[in-house]
């Protein structure tokens, strides 16, 4: 399921998804996300 909370032209995009499905473990050692700092942030918009 998808839902937009945010209006098309705001100029940014806020929505949220949600799993329907049966869940499962992750597993060992799997990680869902990385977390970075603002280190590695500014650097990243210099490159650009």
Known sequence: ???????PD???GVGVHRFTG????LTVGAH???F???DVLAQSAREW
Not at 1 to 7: G, H, I, P, Q, V
Not at 22 to 25: K, L, W
Request: aromatic residues 20%.
């Open 1 to 7: 399921m998808r839902e937009w909370l945010s209006a």
């Open 10 to 12: 705001a100029g940014f």
């Open 22 to 25: 049966e869940p499962a473990p």
């Open 32 to 34: 869902m996300f990385t």
């Open 36 to 38: 970075v700092g603002y």
